[in-house]
């Protein structure tokens, strides 16, 4: 649990680079992996092809640092540059950039972290260096686009404008960290829903207190428009030592913010990591997912308090264990994820089903 915090302490620090984590910091410096390193023998089919070696990365890193190339889930925090970062701090509020188009891709190597594998992310126009180019065209799984408007929300679509506002709020869950901006959690609720308006708010590496006041702007924003706020709460949101880490105060905020602006409905919407989702094909010796927590506790504490002061509750889990009982697979669930905490399009689409169920 401490390490926990210890991580979610960095990724505050680290303001929303999706590069670095804490944990590839100390695996780099120790000089381990988490022991499924590919060996020499790759392949045949070039599209399964892995970056087995940490020197393909290494021999790049100036050319990736001057192009404004991030390698997210790494230890090379020297890419962490102003370039790269796709989010900026505003009085102590951490919040995505405004105007941003970036491409971003998973880097097809399970160097560091087979369930978190690394990614490359960089503005769009940019003109990429060859060896750069050909080095991500040849280990890239699947590009996809980020694209945020003038407030610094990310792109919803289809287009809509409506004075019925639904704002979907969290961290990078809620942003759609790996998915497309056509395939986010706001845009396929817009897409079977025009009369209303989905507002992504969603950051990367926001904890709490960057939601809140993240949510304070989009109500100053849309002062008397908003009809629903849907809040993600991933696993590691439990920060009790942060501004609004103490569920009971996270609670009262939003009730308090819900009754302030009028809002119809408001849901919490619990994603656990496949740690917990998938614990019997996911917590390996050696991993870091095997001394992950549960937080059962945690989790009872939020959902009873949640429910008590009147929200409406979706324990994704539950979705993951119908999915695993539906196949018959212990990996099903798997396939609802991009990484080891993000939501693949599949994914959000069974969570599109469920709040609007009901609708």
Not at 2 to 22: I, K, N, V
Not at 165 to 187: C, F, H, P, Q, R
Not at 194 to 209: C, D, H, P
Request: net charge negative.
């Amino acid at each position: 649990m401490a390490w926990l915090l210890a991580e979610g302490g960095y990724e505050l620090w680290r303001q929303g680079d999706p590069g670095t984590s804490l944990t590839w910091q100390v695996i780099a410096g120790l000089g381990i992996s988490d022991g499924s390193r590919a060996s020499d023998d790759q392949p045949a089919l070039p599209d399964l092809r892995l970056v087995a070696d940490p020197a393909e990365f290494e021999v790049l890193l100036d050319q990736f640092k001057a192009a404004g190339v991030g390698i997210g889930n790494s230890p090379y925090s020297e890419l962490r540059t102003e370039q790269a970062k796709v989010n900026i701090e505003i009085d102590g509020c951490l919040t995505q950039k405004p105007n941003l188009d970036k491409t971003m891709t998973f880097l097809r190597s399970n160097l560091f972290n087979s369930f978190d594998p690394p990614n490359a992310f960089y503005d769009t126009a940019a003109e990429l260096p060859k060896d750069v180019a050909d080095f991500i065209a040849c280990y890239s799984f699947r590009k996809i686009r980020l694209r945020s408007n003038g407030d610094g929300e990310r792109l919803t679509f289809p287009a809509v404008s409506s004075s019925d506002k639904v704002i979907i709020a969290g961290d990078s869950v809620a942003n759609g960290s790996m998915v497309s901006d056509e395939e986010t959690l706001a845009s396929q609720l817009q897409a079977v829903d025009t009369t209303r308006q989905y507002v992504n708010i969603g950051v990367a590496s926001a904890k709490a207190g960057d939601v809140v006041c993240n949510l304070a702007r989009a109500a100053a924003r849309y002062s008397g428009q908003i009809r629903e706020l849907i809040y993600i709460f991933c696993e590691n949101d439990f920060a009790p030592k942060k501004p609004y880490g103490r569920l009971e105060d996270l609670i009262a905020w939003l009730q308090d913010f819900a009754t302030e602006q009028k809002i119809d409905r408001l849901t919490l919407v619990y994603v656990p990591y496949i740690y917990n989702s998938s614990p019997d094909v996911t917590r390996i010796d050696g991993h870091m997912g095997a001394a992950f927590s549960f937080f059962s506790d945690e989790k009872t504490r939020l959902l009873a308090g949640a429910r008590s002061a009147g929200f409406r509750v979706i324990d994704y889990l539950e979705t993951t264990q119908r999915v695993r009982q539906e196949s018959g697979s212990q990996f099903a669930a798997m396939a609802l994820h991009v990484d080891h905490t993000h939501l693949s399009r599949q994914g959000i689409s069974l969570l599109v089903d469920q709040l609007r169920d009901g609708n």
